[in-house]
């Protein structure tokens, strides 16, 4: 089945401990992006990867960081985390030509 | 960058009856506008998309409309029904080549009444 998986789906962390969240997607997708959504604000986009070893910041890159060494794979890393990151993830992919993106079902972190 | 707005962000509509959205977008050179539905702690699902060479689209109860020249479009739902209920999300990208950014607008909640 194709699809974009997220681990984990739920995360409660403390201030300044560095996560990471996974994504992974079986498309041979070439275009990947994490997203953050809050309430009255949105999808907004954090990075974006284009291919394997190129990526670009988002609209709201702060406190973040990724990695793209593998095509399938596209791990989201907090280096240290705080409140303001508290929030609901996701992970998307979509192929040339862009049929669309193909969501994960999404990560809520809690920093407390 | 891109600017999405959308409107209304919240909408109620009778079953049966026909709901719109509507959204805005400031860049011209954006040439791809998806539409994703969201239902409560689901994934955002894509429902209909439209490319700027075309100025229609229908799937079954769902149209989308738009205006290249005013930089706005639209999405139809006809004869609503209870499921319809979710969060709606437009956006809008660049050509592949600008990085495939989706820009999306800040969602409308459509509530169905039986």
């Known amino acids: 089945e194709a699809q974009v998986t997220q681990n984990p789906r739920y995360l409660i962390t403390v201030t300044g401990k560095k996560l990471t969240v996974t994504c992974s997607q079986n498309m041979n997708h070439e275009y990947m992006s994490w997203y953050r959504q809050d309430p009255g604000l949105g999808l907004r986009q954090i990075y974006y990867s284009m291919n394997v070893e190129v990526t670009d910041k988002g609209d709201v890159p702060e406190g973040y960081k990724v990695s793209r060494k593998e095509k399938r794979n596209f791990p989201l890393i907090l280096e240290s985390p705080s409140p303001n990151q508290t929030s609901l993830y996701f992970c998307a992919s979509s192929g040339l030509g862009r049929a669309g993106y193909t969501f994960g079902s999404g990560t809520r972190l809690t920093v407390v | 960058g891109e600017n999405v707005e959308q409107h209304p962000s919240t909408l109620s509509v009778q079953e049966g009856d026909s709901a719109v959205i509507k959204c805005t977008y400031s860049?011209?050179?954006?040439?791809?506008f998806p539409w994703y539905k969201q239902e409560l702690g689901k994934r955002p699902q894509l429902i209909i998309d439209?490319?700027?060479n075309v100025g229609e689209k229908k799937d079954q109860r769902i149209a989308v409309t738009l205006n290249k020249t005013a930089k706005h479009f639209s999405l139809h739902i006809t004869e609503t029904q209870p499921e319809d209920s979710a969060v709606y999300f437009c956006?809008?990208?660049?050509?592949w080549g600008a990085g495939n950014k989706l820009t999306f607008g800040g969602g409308t909640r459509v509530l169905v009444k039986p």
């Open positions: 956006a809008a990208s660049p050509p």
């Open positions: 439209i490319r700027s």
């Open positions: 860049d011209s050179a954006s040439n791809y």
